[in-house]
């Protein structure tokens, strides 16, 4: 019979140990210690609400080298007594200098300001800690996730066989979609011959080639990276003058693709590009993927939100034709981070990423009709995100969450009026959904600033006003030409708030101009633009 008593080593003091473990279990969530998981939650919800009442800009403007002295300073290995000690410092390092999506004058990237509901819902799903892979660690919480599916999908109009999944962000569902876009491609592959039926996988996509526009995210780029086509296998295909796919164009790339023995595997659309909020013509892109046997995925990360917008939703007409649909719901839905969907119109799809494993969803579960949300999975351990546009959708509506996006794209259109019709600034396009492209460019002498100039210029903008604290925005190229970049997400932002930060760009403009102006040599005008590439490289810090 095998001994189960414990040997301890010279010296070690097991009783110590014990102490120290009855100490920590202080800390579990249970049901002893319930009364203390209320009282510290409510501490931190108190210290962000204390932070949020009393903050009165975007950003503090610290820089990375500053911050990171502070973090490097601090010994991990002895904790402090308390929690309200652990906030007053995480108060130092983090809630001080965070940047505030929530306030109006940030006006940056495409991070929302979150509704309450969802944070009740972030507040529960983290301690209840369910993990959605399989059913016997999530039950209520997976039919929860599948019925918000089935709703998205309706909403979509993707039809009665469609499904899909929630996952991380709008990256990873343009790369699940990519993922069961080449194996259903190199599926027909093996099927026209048993010459390809013989070769491994890799042997079978240095022929697989992926159309988009040439302003789509870079995620499609990256998928295709991951995927083992490389980034050359996507053609980046030329927009018309409003930034929206060219179906003309599409439609020589894909036939000179075939003509050179190419297989079209996947056209992207992109139903709101992060730059320009455009969205690509689908009737047209959907005909043209048709015609070629190419499976059609529209990246709807941004303008998903249109699937519930009162005013806006007919912009996203032809979205029901899609094989697979990305939307991000911690975009335009207002929910913290993360929540994303990915979404197909044909379950049967969602074969190209499971993998049946005894220890967790062996297939006899499936034939039992277990509900294992990791069969239709890239991940495994995964969040209850979907609880929070449960409670968000269950406590406020679907129409008044389309309602904030629309009063958005409602801003930016007056916006737009007000920079066209500005001479100190020129605008990129008109905008679409909720940002605006531009950059300043005043009249000097009766005419219009140099380009190299304001291609120096407006990064140094930027980053100047980043420095301030003032207000948030951010920058992009247009035909290789430095822009500025407005995002507008705050339902709440009026225009007196961005007319606000126009001013600010405008005066910042100008007193950079003065200075870039003075200095005729060649080593000042260097030193001007090192030290943009400097500022540059701590916006993107």
Same mark, same amino acid.
């Given at each position: ?90 108060? !130092? ?101 048993? !010459? ?59 036939? !000179? ?59 996203? %007409? ?126 000097? %002498? ?96």
């Amino acid at each position: 019979m095998t001994s189960s008593r414990v040997e301890l080593s010279p010296g070690q003091d097991f009783g110590s140990g014990v102490e120290l473990a009855l100490a920590a279990s202080n800390q579990l969530l249970n049901a002893r210690n319930s009364p203390n998981y209320v009282a510290q939650v409510l501490q931190g919800v108190n210290a962000v609400a204390t932070k949020i009442q009393r903050t009165s800009q975007p950003f503090t403007g610290i820089t990375p080298a500053g911050l990171e002295r502070r973090v490097a300073a601090v010994e991990l290995d002895q904790p402090l007594p308390d929690l309200t000690a652990a906030l007053e410092e995480l108060d !130092e390092l983090y809630l001080k200098d965070a940047v505030y999506f929530h306030d109006s004058r940030y006006a940056a990237h495409l991070n929302c300001p979150v509704v309450i509901p969802a944070l009740v819902g972030e507040a529960i799903l983290s301690a209840v800690n369910s993990s959605l892979d399989t059913w016997d660690q999530s039950a209520g919480a997976t039919l929860i996730e599948r019925r918000l599916i089935d709703w998205t999908a309706e909403r979509i109009g993707l039809g009665r066989d469609a499904d899909g999944v929630f996952t991380s962000g709008g990256s990873q569902s343009n790369f699940q979609a990519l993922l069961m876009a080449r194996n259903h491609a190199v599926a027909r592959l093996r099927a026209e011959s048993a !010459e390809h039926r013989e070769l491994r996988l890799p042997l079978l996509l240095d022929r697989l080639r992926i159309f988009t526009s040439e302003d789509s995210h870079f995620s499609i780029q990256k998928s295709a990276a991951m995927l083992g086509l490389g980034f050359d296998a996507v053609i980046p295909v030329p927009t018309t003058p409003d930034h929206r796919l060219d179906p003309t164009a599409l439609g020589a790339a894909l036939a !000179e693709s075939q003509e050179a023995g190419l297989i079209p595997m996947a056209v992207v659309a992109t139903a709101g590009t992060t730059d320009f909020g455009a969205v690509d013509p689908l009737h047209e892109v959907s005909a043209l993927a048709k015609a070629y046997d190419a499976w059609m995925h529209v990246d709807a990360a941004y303008g998903g939100g249109l699937l519930v917008s009162p005013r806006h939703g007919g912009l996203l %007409n032809g979205i029901h034709l899609a094989d697979s649909v990305t939307v991000d719901f911690h975009k335009t839905f207002f929910q913290p981070v993360s929540s994303s969907a990915v979404l197909v119109r044909d379950r049967a799809m969602l074969r190209h990423v499971t993998y049946y494993a005894d220890y967790l969803n062996p297939e006899s579960a499936a034939k039992a009709q277990i509900p294992n949300q990791v069969d239709k999975s890239i991940q495994t351990t995964r969040r209850f995100d979907a609880l929070k546009l449960w409670l968000t959708l269950r406590t406020m509506g679907a129409d008044a969450v389309g309602a904030l996006f629309d009063e958005a794209i409602d801003l930016t259109a007056r916006v737009g009026t007000l920079l066209d019709e500005d001479p100190d600034f020129e605008l990129a396009a008109a905008p679409q959904l909720s940002t605006l492209v531009f950059r300043y460019r005043p009249l000097l %002498n009766g005419a219009p600033l140099d380009e190299d100039l304001a291609d120096r210029l407006n990064p140094a903008i930027r980053a100047a006003v980043f420095a301030s604290g003032e207000a948030v925005v951010a920058g992009t190229t247009v035909h290789g030409r430095h822009h500025l970049k407005f995002t507008l997400l705050n339902a709440e932002t009026r225009l007196s708030d961005i007319q606000d930060i126009i001013e600010l760009l405008r005066r910042t403009g100008a007193d950079l101009l003065g200075t870039l102006a003075a200095p005729r040599d060649a080593a000042a005008s260097s030193s001007f633009t090192a030290s943009t590439a400097s500022d540059q490289k701590d916006l993107s810090a």
